[in-house]
């Protein structure tokens, strides 16, 4: 079956930087886009990042020029860097797979705060 496992996050201060990896099973990881949403308390889930097969990205406006998705299919694992961290970046971050989010992880709680 399919299983996505988050790892990396933490609690950091604004401004510092953290790495999110999802280490994907169960599929052919090379042909799947991988995507990177978040959830903060009381707000909806939103897109924060998608990479595709071919290595297009797409951010949400609110992560540009900070957070940087990226994937190694070597390891079957896909990566969320994100710098200058703020306090709004405050939220519980999961993986998907496919450009339809066919699977979810379980998500890896990202708390920045001072």
């Known amino acids: 079956q399919v299983q996505l496992v988050e790892s990396g996050g933490g609690l950091v201060q604004p401004g510092e930087s953290l790495r999110l990896s999802c280490a994907a099973s169960g599929i052919i990881f090379s042909r799947y886009a991988m995507g990177w949403y978040r959830q903060a308390p009381g707000k909806q889930r939103e897109l924060v990042a998608r990479i595709y097969v071919g290595g297009r990205t797409n951010y949400a406006d609110s992560v540009k020029g900070r957070f940087t998705i990226s994937r190694d299919n070597s390891k079957n694992t896909a990566y969320l860097q994100m710098n200058s961290l703020k306090p709004e970046d405050t939220a519980v971050y999961y993986c998907?797979?496919?450009?339809?989010?066919?699977?979810w992880g379980q998500g890896t709680q990202v708390t920045v705060s001072s």
């Open positions: 998907t797979v496919g450009a339809s989010d066919d699977y």
